[in-house]
C-alpha cells in the first residue's frame, strides 16, 4: 500500500452507526487478508465496532496527506484489541493534512479574556498530547465545561504571546485530579494553521529520523 508502514499513526472515520465518529490508530501489520491496526478507543474503552463496518483511512507522510476507503474484516481482544480491516489500491492524496492529528509531547499554556478589560489571563499550563491545524488534546488540573471558550498559548509552536481562540469540545477525567480535553480552534489565521502544519511535519521527520513513529 502506497507509503503506508508499520507504527504509521492513521486517523480512522467510522461513516454510519452508533461509533460513528473519527478515532486515532496504527498500522501493526500487514497480512495476505488486509492491514491490522490498533483497536479503537472511546473514553478509555476499546470500541466493539461491528464487522463490515464501512470507514474512511487518514494518514499523512512528510509532505501530503492521504485517504482510502475500507471496512472492517475482523477484531481481537487477545492480547490487545485488534482490527483487521481491508486494503485498497486506491489511495488518493487530499487536502485534510491540517486536520490530522499528530501525537506529540510538550506544554502549552491555557488563557481566559477577563471580563471588561482588554487582556487575557493565564490560567494553567497543560500538558500537549495531539495537535492538528484544527485544535489540540491538552491534559491538566484545572476543570473546564464543554462548549467553554479559552485561548491557547502555544508558545513553543507560534510567536509569544499569540494567542488561538478556541473551544472545549470533548472532556475525559484521567483520574481524580486530571482532566484529558479536546481543545477546537474557533479563530486562527491561516498563517497560524500552516506554521503548525509545517511544525507537525517537521516533528514527523525528526521523529522518524530517531526510529520512532
Do not use: C, H
Not at 11 to 25: C, F, H, K, P, R
Not at 192 to 202: C, G, K, N, S, V
Amino acid at each position: 500500500m502506497k507509503q503506508l508502514e508499520i507504527n504509521q499513526k492513521v486517523e480512522i472515520e467510522v461513516l454510519t452507526g452508533t461509533y460513528q465518529g473519527n478515532y486515532l490508530s496504527k498500522v501493526a501489520d500487514f497480512v495476505e487478508a488486509g492491514v491490522i491496526i490498533t483497536g479503537l478507543y472511546r473514553e478509555g474503552s476499546p470500541l466493539p465496532i461491528r464487522l463490515n463496518q464501512l470507514v474512511n483511512v487518514y494518514y499523512t507522510t512528510d509532505r501530503a496527506a492521504y485517504k482510502f476507503e475500507s471496512k472492517i474484516l475482523k477484531r481481537t481482544n487477545k492480547p490487545i484489541p485488534l482490527l483487521l480491516i481491508e486494503e485498497s489500491d486506491s489511495v488518493t492524496r487530499i487536502q485534510r493534512r491540517d486536520y490530522f492529528r499528530l501525537d506529540v509531547t510538550g506544554t502549552v499554556d491555557v488563557y481566559k479574556m477577563i471580563e471588561d478589560k482588554n487582556y487575557p489571563k493565564k490560567l494553567a499550563e497543560a500538558r500537549l498530547q495531539d495537535i492538528s491545524g484544527g485544535g489540540i488534546g491538552i491534559q491538566l488540573k484545572k476543570k473546564f465545561e464543554k462548549g467553554e471558550e479559552i485561548l491557547i498559548n502555544l508558545k513553543n509552536i507560534l510567536k509569544p504571546k499569540e494567542f488561538i481562540k478556541s473551544k472545549i469540545v470533548r472532556i475525559d477525567r484521567e483520574n481524580n485530579e486530571l482532566y484529558n480535553y479536546g481543545v477546537e480552534f474557533l479563530k486562527i489565521e491561516e498563517e497560524q494553521r500552516e506554521e503548525i502544519i509545517q511544525w507537525i511535519f517537521a516533528y514527523q521527520r525528526k521523529s522518524r529520523k530517531k526510529g520512532l513513529r
